[in-house]
């Protein structure tokens, strides 16, 4: 959490606006439901879905074909090419990832974190 804090303060100050797809919704929830920890559970869906400077897109139909097209020319997974699709779809100038090996995409600016920050 370290790492991203800086991500964080960013988008709190309103200086960053944040765009993800109801995948990170997924992601970010399976360990508070492994541990049973419902108090987690609504703090990251609040974030995720409810904070100033947070959208949560679900994934359209379009957003799913582009993400094929995406996965299809750079042989990526599927979560990532729906998120980046989401992404392009939903207007965002820059995707952020832990993942190096996504600066290959062309369509957006990929930044991994540790060069963002």
Excluded: C
């Excluded at 097209?69 to 090419?81: F, G, M, N, Q, V």
């Excluded at 995707?95 to 991994?112: P, R, S």
């Amino acid at each position: 959490m370290k790492t991203v804090r800086p991500v964080f303060e960013g988008i709190d100050a309103g200086k960053i606006e944040a765009i993800t797809s109801t995948i990170t919704l997924l992601e970010v929830l399976v360990h508070p439901f492994r541990k049973k920890n419902k108090i987690l559970v609504e703090k990251y869906r609040e974030i995720l879905l409810y904070s100033e400077g947070v959208t949560t897109f679900e994934i359209l139909n379009e957003i799913s074909e582009f993400a094929s097209e995406l996965r299809a020319k750079y042989s990526i997974k599927t979560p990532d090419a729906l998120q980046i699709g989401t992404g392009i779809f939903h207007g965002a100038d820059i995707f952020l990832t832990n993942d190096a090996t996504l600066k290959k995409i062309k369509e957006i600016d990929v930044i991994v974190l540790d060069e963002y920050i």
